[in-house]
């Protein structure tokens, strides 16, 4: 993950959360590119940010975590929140490579925070506040992607051994089962001719 400090200007967050922890993370679009994004948030007047940014090859930190930055349009929420925007708008399709640095960066913040990897504590803007934001992103694919990142990974020659191990352990026991059945026979072929001879 390549995430590039790119301060929005002092006017467009709050320092601190007023004691308030990080529950939620909220997805924005931008409706433009990243660079629109860095205009935005540094302007002093335009009084909006986001955490973080998302755009082709790289992130920008707009906002520490443990500020407040006016994103959702519900201040008690932001209080609560990450706000993640994503380079994306009508005329500008979600690329994969977007997609993929946004569920890096969410697995990423959902470890650091304990945050869960659902749809309760990941949530588009358009659930805080009427609005078409995050437009076209899909979300359920992001916590996908991001769940299975913060899966942990399968050591794949533990397993062959293992599953070679139990192999030679299920020969042993034909062997063993082929030996008992030899022994029965035998018994039974004794038991046989003994009845024979009486
Ligand atoms: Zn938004």
């Not at 302007?43 to 009084?47: K, Q, V």
């Given at each position: 993950m390549n995430i590039k400090q790119v301060p929005a200007h002092s006017n467009n967050y709050e320092k601190g959360r007023r004691g308030k922890t990080i529950k939620w993370i909220i997805m924005h679009w931008i409706v433009g590119t990243l660079q629109s994004a860095d205009a935005t948030f540094k302007?002093?007047?335009?009084?909006a940010s986001a955490h973080f940014g998302i755009g082709q090859n790289e992130i920008h930190q707009?906002?520490?975590?443990?500020d407040t930055a006016?994103?959702?349009?519900n201040f008690d929420v932001n209080l609560q929140s990450i706000g993640l925007e994503h380079e994306g708008g009508p005329n500008l399709p979600i690329t994969d490579n977007v997609y993929k640095q946004s569920a890096e960066l969410v697995a990423y913040l959902c470890k650091k925070y304990s945050i869960p990897f659902d749809r309760v504590h990941i949530r588009k803007h358009g659930e805080i506040?009427?609005?078409?934001?995050?437009?076209?992103?899909?979300i359920d694919k992001v916590i996908k992607m991001a769940k299975e990142l913060n899966e942990p990974q399968i050591d794949y020659k533990s397993l062959y051994e293992a599953t070679v191990k139990e192999k030679n352990d299920l020969w042993k026991d034909k062997d063993n089962l082929l030996r008992v059945n030899r022994e029965i026979k035998q018994t039974l072929s004794d038991i046989i001719k003994n009845l024979k001879t009486e």
């Open positions: 302007n002093p007047t335009r009084i707009y906002v520490n975590e443990g006016y994103h959702s349009g506040k009427p609005t078409q934001c995050p437009g076209t992103l899909d």
